[in-house]
């Protein structure tokens, strides 16, 4: 237990002084915070409002984009890079177990995730707190914002599995946020397309990750979030069980490889 705190600081201890990480983090946190400043626009009468549900829920709207975005691009921090460079064969070589090394990892990732929605859930609340009028519902935000760092868990599990798959931070960028776009575009289109010819593509489409999501978000007439929430940790422990089994059976690439 204290070898895998000690990794899981020692991650982070890199991965905050990387420059590249910091670029992500000042963009993942600006994008919610444009939302808001937005909202307090659209609120103030300087920009006609098109709807939506206050300042919880603009921040919930840019969360429900972002996510599954930053999940993926996290996972490639912090697994794909460290396996496609070295680090991670460094680690193994002064002992460190592979199952804590990809735990202490994990671990850091899903915190940062937390960590990064309870900020944009205090931004949002502090907006609204100034505004007086317009913190009318923070219960439904607050719901969603938490859904979402679940849909968050399981995009970085589908990342983490990408990562070990083939130790490439390019793979995992390509493919992971190529799945997370294609669902973006196809999945409304099939269901619009289903509605107009009454074919059933809620149904057949609700167990994959992206009908899993909109459970969890409460988007789903299918599933609701009390059953989407243990399936999607059935999914996230799937997906970890399939990591652990590649992290275990390739060799780790050593640095230039």
């Not at 960590?115 to 317009?134: C, E, K, Q, R, T």
């Not at 299918?222 to 243990?230: D, F, M, R, T, V």
Request: charged fraction near 10%; charge should be positive.
């Amino acid at each position: 237990m204290q070898a895998g705190l000690r990794l899981a600081r020692w991650e982070w201890f890199r991965l905050h002084h990387r420059g590249s990480f910091l670029l992500l983090a000042s963009l993942a946190i600006a994008v919610p915070l444009l939302s808001l400043v937005v909202r307090a626009m659209q609120l103030a009468g300087w920009l006609p409002l098109l709807g939506g549900s206050g300042y919880f829920g603009a921040a919930a709207g840019s969360l429900l984009i972002l996510s599954p975005i930053l999940a993926i691009v996290l996972s490639s921090f912090t697994h794909a890079s460290d396996l496609q460079t070295g680090s991670c064969r460094t680690l193994t070589a002064r002992g460190a177990s592979r199952e804590s090394v990809i735990a202490a990892k994990s671990l850091v990732a899903a915190a940062l995730l937390l960590g990064f929605h309870l900020l944009v859930l205090a931004a949002a609340a502090i907006f609204a707190g100034a505004s007086g009028p317009h913190f009318a519902g923070w219960q439904d935000g607050t719901v969603s914002v938490l859904a979402s760092w679940m849909v968050s868990l399981l995009y970085l599990a589908l990342g983490i599995a990408l990562s070990h798959w083939r130790q490439s931070a390019s793979f995992t960028l390509g493919v992971g946020l190529s799945i997370v776009f294609a669902e973006a575009i196809f999945y409304p289109l099939a269901n619009a397309l289903g509605a107009l010819e009454n074919w059933p593509v809620a149904e057949a489409t609700a167990w994959t990750l992206w009908g899993i999501a909109q459970g969890l978000r409460g988007d789903s007439s299918i599933l609701s979030a009390a059953w989407s929430i243990p399936v999607s940790i059935g999914y996230i422990a799937a997906l970890a069980i399939l990591a652990v089994a590649a992290f275990r059976k390739f060799d780790l690439q050593a640095g230039g490889e």
